[in-house]
């Protein structure tokens, strides 16, 4: 069968693509900007890539075209496919009809964590020598790849809420039908498709709706809105993670980079890794609840995210030079901002840490959480946000309480020539952004590999 994909490059639909080849189908597809890593990944695989979305594209016209939600009306391919009568499916939908259908779902679901989540809990499968197969929203470093057939029941998806295609706008993890859900938390996001957090509890709750009475929901404690989602209706039996849950975590590290694991009043085990933060304690937690639920012994668990070493663009260290670190982080939210910035913090001590962060979100660009904004950036001794004239609202107000530790630029090259100008040996540069914020991480580490560093005894 020959599928062409709208939209092949992004995460998720590169992953379906990937899956489809592995499946023995023939598959094509375009995209708007067809670069690396991604395009490399695809090529490798055998999928023929073509630049924008024109008509042509789908002639000969292929068995069935799995459209992006990125797709609208309006586009050349999209009113070609529609006038031609063309088969066409969703991606989530796609994937439900030729790869779920029977096999043992594990799903993780929420605003933050499900990345990291995932990949922690598809490597405790795999360590467990269950070879699963997995769909994940970025690469997990023991992996290398985004996602990956597997040859056991188990697979391993990363349940997104947003909407699956402009024919279908249900959240995409409504089509999974997952055994196994984690649910791990839930805040306002997305404001260019949900009006108000209802909308997405609405959605979670159909989530709720599709999990087996024989399946196991796995959620977080100190969670209104999930406690809300569930108060909707449950069905299926539940273990809670966090403080006063079932699972719960005490840090021997302030960092979290070890803590013990306790399952009700029992010690299971210590697990000590390379992930900080407490955000990262509860995505292991979660990982581990999952896992067991699949058959594997927490113990194993935990001795399998000893060895996890992280994903790709999560607290991913891109380089140090005359010792000055350079991290990359896909944070994009205030409390993913707040929560990232705690790990380091805690985990450098008094060390500098100077905040690079590019508002790219749909959400974070309509101006919905600037109230918030400089409260999640606090624990930053410098702010520099890239504030392009085309973002629609102007920040300098809402970072006023910052005061001189933040600083406004319209383009990439002036921050990267104010952090060269006065980055010192020791510092932690803490990029921030959902997309590529047009190669910052290789221009900072270039340009202050070139700039005569002052040295803590340099300094009068």
Request: one cysteine or more.
């Amino acid at each position: 069968m020959h599928l062409h994909i709208l939209g092949i490059c992004g995460t998720f639909m590169g992953g379906i693509a990937l899956l489809a080849r592995a499946l023995g189908h023939r598959v094509s597809g375009s995209d708007a900007n067809v670069y690396p890593p991604m395009s490399t990944q695809l090529q490798q695989a055998g999928i023929d890539l073509m630049e924008g979305f024109d008509a042509s594209h789908l002639e000969p016209a292929p068995d069935v075209v799995v459209v992006g939600n990125a797709m609208k009306r309006g586009i050349s391919a999209v009113e070609h496919m529609l006038d031609r009568g063309l088969p066409y499916v969703s991606g989530p939908e796609w994937l439900r009809e030729n790869l779920l259908g029977e096999r043992w779902v594990l799903a993780v679901a929420g605003t933050h964590g499900k990345t990291s989540a995932c990949s922690m809990l598809a490597w405790i499968l795999e360590d467990a020598k269950l070879d699963p197969g997995f769909l994940i929203g970025g690469v997990p470093t023991n992996f290398g790849i985004s996602a990956r057939l597997g040859s056991s029941p188990f697979f391993v998806v990363e349940a997104d809420e947003y909407d699956t295609a402009f024919f279908d706008k249900r959240s995409k993890f409504v089509h999974y039908r997952p055994r196994t859900l984690v649910l791990n938390n839930l805040e306002f996001d997305h404001a260019d498709i949900f009006d108000d957090l209802a909308m997405i509890q609405r959605q979670f709750h159909h989530l709720v709706r599709t999990v087996p009475g024989t399946g196991l929901i796995v959620h977080s404690t100190g969670e209104p809105a999930l406690n809300q989602v569930l108060d909707m209706g449950c069905w299926t039996p539940t273990e809670t993670v966090g403080n006063s849950g079932d699972w719960s975590a005490q840090p021997e590290q302030p960092d979290g980079s070890r803590f013990r694991v306790l399952l009700g009043n029992d010690l299971i085990g210590t697990l000590e890794w390379s992930q900080t933060g407490r955000h990262n304690m509860q995505n292991a937690l979660v990982a581990l609840a999952a896992a067991r639920h699949a058959g594997v012994p927490p113990k194993l668990s935990i001795a399998a995210l000893s060895r996890f070493h992280g994903v790709k663009r999560r607290m991913e260290l891109r380089g140090e030079v005359a010792g000055v670190r350079v991290y990359d982080d896909f944070a994009h939210h205030p409390t993913a901002i707040a929560t990232t910035l705690e790990g380091l913090r805690r985990r450098v001590g008094d060390e500098r840490i100077i905040a690079v962060l590019e508002p790219r979100s749909n959400t974070m660009r309509m101006g919905v959480h600037n109230k918030s904004l400089a409260a999640s950036l606090e624990l930053a001794d410098l702010v520099h946000l890239l504030a392009p004239p085309d973002l629609g609202w102007n920040p300098e107000p809402f970072l006023a309480g910052l005061g001189q530790r933040a600083t406004l630029f319209q383009r990439v090259e002036d921050i990267v020539a104010q952090v060269a100008a006065e980055a010192e040996a020791g510092d932690h540069l803490l990029v921030m952004s959902n997309g590529a914020f047009g190669g910052i991480h290789q221009k900072l580490l270039k340009a202050i590999e070139t700039m005569p560093l002052r040295r803590d005894s340099d300094t009068p």
